[in-house]
């Protein structure tokens, strides 16, 4: 089996594959995590129960996610060893700190606190135990801060030298770390994180609502995440505006790529609202375009050049249909956010915000658009910078592994088997979570844990079983 | 002498020991669960360790990450090399990793989830031991890359260091379970902890024997005079706390068994490293030669003498927090 095949196309499968699986995870935690600081806060501050409620009802749902987030994590630490181990020994001493970096400021300060914030606030009181909810959203930021950052060099490059040994080394550590498209990357991310938890937040409140609109903890809920989604939308699709100008500024093959530019345009290019990209015949078959809209948009200008795939010699070009669809799915989801967000700030000021059943399902629709977004986004991005692993300096083929298509084949598999198993009954017990409306006196996720006076104790579980 | 190479030689190890130190016995318990067949007990060994576990698994990370940037020719030469056992690790840590959340979502799945512990606890520990055995047997580098085949790993040696370790973190799940637990399950712990040391004693033997026979350099390095001076007090020092576990386990004491046998692990592990030293990758690499640039190095030197004695303080807060003994629906006290 696998004979034959392409080792560096299997290798590759595999990144896309477990990283796709992985980021999924990483986008709900981080929004998540900050999500239960303001609950645990809210709470504090105002000793409102319904808010203890909902802490403790998206606790259970954080700690399934975190969990499958930690587990598909490791494999992707080590992946650049295994798949990648010429790109991990050129781009060890840059990479290789930051992602150190991660592990010793973000990966144990989550892990650290985590036991606490899920099993501690008995043990160790609400203030302390806030302190560790906290640590705990800290952590997922931190982490974010430092993989983006490593992400963004391989984009944009900067800062480092070359030594005898081939390898990449850093000249000067501020400019790798702050590497031009980074500032940018890191808060397109973050927000990306923040809508796509305000959305399952919103769409799982917006489900029970729809079952009865009087319930505290989805009006609640629902009420927060659909103030973030009015609020943010705006400001993520100015912010993606800006960071698709910084990424025209640096790799402008990705921008061509995405707007389906293969020619040049000297007098104002056309906006390519929908296609085909035929990459064998350097056209976008079947286009409706808006004439020189792109120029305005890109260059702020309607007659203003730009340059296509035409100027970029061949083999330097990205996959431009995958590049191109993934970018329309993202922005057209992001518009279709901003519009939920604009829709329930109608419904908030006409006082029917809990009483719009069309509000609720539209809300509910959209629960997994983030997770989408997220995901074209990355797709974008990663596919339209191939086909190098450090843009320009590094291409692809010659980061592979002394590798045989047998064995990345054979592993592949097992991830694919391994993943849909595993991550399909978490998403299930998950969305079993989410279909019991959070209700008073709501239990973390203790579980079994004793030292509680009510919930499940094994000795109650097992007191129910033998009565059935 | 002391450069900074050196430096990160033994940062890298301690890294590895500490995750040898805090994830052998929550695999451990993952490997003894099949042996605790009802679901009290499998509640309360879970429940032991359910608050930790996840930062146990982050010294993993910062092992192979620390690697990657420390010595990143080592880290792109052993991987491939140990390419199956490195997947059969991972996907085994997928299993038993999210059986912690997992058991306690469903009724009908539970002892799915809980056969996906103990197979993925086993998978990942026997792994670890066949990918030290592979290690230490040496590895065919020509040039910056891996140049064995895809099976060398797979020898009578590192199936041999494969169970050894599946005993030794049996062992220490065992004692664990000594200390954290009363009532039967304790007594059934503490059994088995007799039943693996004497395993695990063997198992040390038998890799002691083995593994001179493996290189010369290995033979020299622990009989040739005078080095003889400096690695004789290893096994001396076996035979001692050996002694002192077996007194323990008679007495019945709650701690002292788990602690010695880590000990038994740090004696096992500063044993590796004088067969090891100065090469990372045996016979072909010294730690030289895979160190990063030493501005990589120092860069990263700054962020572990600040940051790791705050997580091993954080670390410490957490596990005394969740201290005690775990019973049946009376908790920790």
Not at chain 2, 82 to 106: H, K
Request: proline share 6%; with cysteine.
């Amino acid at each position: 089996m696998f004979e034959g095949w392409d080792a560096v196309v299997l290798a590759r499968a595999q990144f896309a594959f477990t990283m796709s699986f992985h980021i999924v995870f990483p986008a709900f935690s981080i929004g998540l995590a900050s999500y239960l600081a303001v609950l645990e806060a809210l709470w504090l501050a105002t000793k409102r129960e319904v808010y203890i409620n909902l802490f403790n009802y998206w606790l259970k749902i954080f700690a399934v996610a975190f969990g499958m987030g930690v587990v598909s994590g490791i494999v992707m630490s080590y992946q650049f060893g295994t798949n990648w181990s010429s790109f991990a020994d050129k781009t060890g001493p840059v990479i290789g700190p930051m992602m150190a970096y991660e592990v010793l400021t973000a990966f144990f300060l989550e892990a650290g606190f985590l036991g606490v914030m899920l099993f501690g606030l008995e043990r160790v009181g609400p203030r302390l135990h806030f302190v560790a909810t906290l640590m705990v959203a800290i952590g997922t930021l931190i982490s974010a801060f430092w993989i983006l950052s490593a992400n963004s060099w391989m984009q944009t490059p900067a800062g480092h030298a070359v030594n005898a040994d081939g390898q990449f080394v850093a000249a000067d550590w501020l400019k790798v770390i702050f590497n031009p498209s980074f500032p940018y990357r890191l808060v397109h991310m973050v927000l990306a994180a923040y809508l796509t938890t305000s959305l399952v937040v919103g769409g799982v409140g917006a489900w029970h609502l729809l079952r009865d609109q009087h319930l505290a903890g989805p009006r609640v809920m629902f009420s927060m995440a659909m103030w973030m989604a009015t609020l943010v939308a705006p400001i993520q699709i100015l912010a993606g505006d800006q960071h698709g100008l910084n990424t025209l500024e640096h790799q402008p093959a990705k921008v061509m790529a995405m707007e389906g530019h293969f020619q040049s345009h000297p007098n104002g290019a056309p906006l390519v609202l929908f296609g085909w990209p035929d990459m064998a015949d350097a056209k976008v078959k079947y286009a409706i375009e808006v004439p020189k809209l792109s120029s305005l948009i890109l260059k702020h200008s309607l007659d203003a050049p730009l340059a296509g795939l035409d100027t970029v010699p061949r083999e330097n070009w990205p996959p431009v249909p995958i590049t191109f669809w993934s970018f329309r799915i993202m922005v057209g989801l992001g518009f279709l956010i901003l519009g939920l967000g604009l829709f329930s700030l109608l419904m908030r000021w006409r006082g029917l915000m809990y009483q719009s059943p069309l509000l609720h399902r539209f809300a509910v629709l959209m629960g997994p658009a983030g997770f989408i977004a997220v995901l074209a986004g990355w797709i974008t991005t990663e596919t339209g910078r191939q086909p190098f692993t450090v843009y320009g300096l590094l291409r692809t083929t010659d980061s592979v592994s002394p590798l045989a298509a047998p064995a990345v084949g054979s592993s592949l598999i097992a991830f694919i088997i391994v993943y849909f198993a595993v991550f399909t009954a978490g998403v299930i017990y998950i969305l079993r979570l989410m279909a019991q409306p959070p209700h008073p006196g709501e239990q973390g996720p203790t579980k079994d844990l004793p030292a509680r006076a009510a919930g499940i104790t094994p000795a109650a579980g097992a007191v129910v079983e033998g009565a059935r | 002498m002391i450069d900074l190479a050196t430096i990160w030689a033994f940062i890298i190890a301690f890294a590895v020991f500490v995750y040898v130190v805090m994830d052998g016995f929550d695999l451990g318990l993952g490997i003894l669960f099949p042996l605790f067949p009802q679901k009290a007990d499998r509640d309360v060994i879970m429940n032991t360790v359910a608050p930790v576990w996840d930062g146990n698994e982050t010294w993993l990370v910062l092992g192979g990450g620390g690697m990657m940037a420390a010595f990143p020719l080592a880290y792109a030469v052993l991987m491939p090399a140990l390419y199956t056992p490195m997947i059969a690790m991972l996907l085994g840590l997928v299993f038993r990793g999210v059986a912690f959340e997992f058991r306690w979502r469903t009724q009908k799945a539970r002892n799915k989830w809980d056969l996906a512990f103990a197979g993925g606890s086993l998978v990942a520990t026997l792994a670890q031991g066949i990918a030290l055995g592979a290690i230490l047997q040496g590895i065919h580098v020509e040039g910056r890359h891996y140049a064995g085949g895809w099976w060398d790993w797979l020898t009578a040696f590192s199936v041999l260091t494969g169970i050894a370790l599946v005993i030794g973190y049996a062992l220490l799940g065992a004692t664990w379970l000594v200390m954290k637990t009363e009532g039967e399950l304790r007594e059934r712990a503490y059994h088995l902890s007799w039943i693996l040391l004497v395993a695990m004693l063997c198992a040390i033997g038998a890799v002691s024997i083995a593994t001179p026979f493996l290189a010369v350099q290995y033979t020299q390095r622990w009989f040739a005079w005078p080095n003889i001076i400096l690695t004789a007090p290893v096994p001396i020092a076996v035979a001692a706390v050996t002694a002192l576990l077996l007194r323990a386990l008679g007495n019945k004491n709650d701690h002292q068994p788990f602690f010695l046998v880590l000990a038994l692990f740090a004696l096992s592990y500063a044993g590796l490293g004088i067969s090891m030293y100065p090469y990372i990758v045996p016979q072909s690499i010294t730690i030289w030669q895979a160190a990063a640039p030493a501005n990589s190095q120092i860069f990263m030197l700054f962020g572990v003498s600040i940051l790791v004695p705050l997580i091993l303080g954080y670390t410490a807060w957490a596990y005394w927090v969740f201290r005690g003994k775990v019973r049946p629906g009376h908790g920790y006290h």
